[in-house]
């Protein structure tokens, strides 16, 4: 399994500035996620942190908006920039995975609000 | 690309009845995932399947995947309290990316 420390817990942020969310992890993992979760809604992945290079972004996210940084396999950044009231959703890392089950582990997750 | 849809996707089940949700892919899935996320939690996994046809059991919790690896199913025996939150079904195509669906949010009344 992988313990995961996510931070901030949360965060009331003014529109136009900037969040950065902290994720580490107590071991040395392969594949780190970052997730968005709108409020009453499902999970969608904004990019895959890679070790070493740059983020792997899924349609519909840049890296001007999420830039990303992964600088070991225990610790990952997240940034939201120029925020908006439409960026106010709960922001996830996660790891994975189990060799023997698959599992995905999640980090407490970052409620963001933005004013 | 791929998408996965669950429904439903609010269910209200009186105490001790059963509930089933359901989770259809447009694609053929490598594996599927069942993860549930309490009110204010983050998602927890319960369960992977992997083979057609596959079929297991967590107590109350018995998990489903199609013989055509397109679609899943969780039902729930005898809903107790504690299994008040919010269902999710994952699936993995080729490669290593979850997608979830839209999950189901339970609700439970005494």
């Known amino acids: 399994s992988a313990v995961i420390s996510q931070k901030p817990s949360r965060d009331i942020c003014q529109r136009g500035t900037s969040l950065t969310i902290q994720c580490q992890v107590d071991s040395q993992v392969t594949m780190m996620f970052w997730y968005r979760q709108q409020p009453g809604q499902s999970l969608t992945l904004i990019a895959t942190?890679?070790?070493?290079?740059?983020?792997?972004?899924e349609s519909g996210f840049v890296i001007d908006k999420f830039p990303i940084s992964r600088p070991n396999l225990t610790f990952s950044t997240l940034t939201v920039s120029n925020l908006s009231p439409e960026d106010s959703s709960i922001y996830l890392c996660?790891?994975?995975?189990?060799?023997?089950?698959?599992?995905?582990?999640f980090g407490e997750g970052s409620r963001l609000t933005v004013l | 690309g791929q998408q996965v849809m669950q429904i439903p996707q609010y269910q209200h089940v009186q105490e001790g009845e059963d509930f089933t949700t359901y989770c259809n892919s447009s694609t053929t899935l490598s594996n599927i995932q069942w993860y549930k996320q309490r009110p204010g939690g983050h998602p927890v996994f319960l369960i992977q399947l992997v083979k057609s046809g596959e079929v297991k059991k967590q107590k109350r919790l018995t998990f489903q995947f199609g013989e055509a690896k397109k679609n899943s199913s969780l039902h729930i025996t005898a809903t107790q309290t504690t299994d008040v939150g919010t269902y999710f079904c994952?699936?993995?195509?080729?490669?290593?990316?979850?997608?979830f669906g839209a999950g189901t949010t339970v609700t439970v009344r005494a």
């Open positions: 996660s790891v994975g995975w189990d060799k023997n089950t698959g599992e995905l582990f």
């Open positions: 994952a699936g993995r195509e080729n490669d290593y990316k979850l997608s």
């Open positions: 942190a890679n070790q070493g290079s740059e983020a792997t972004y």
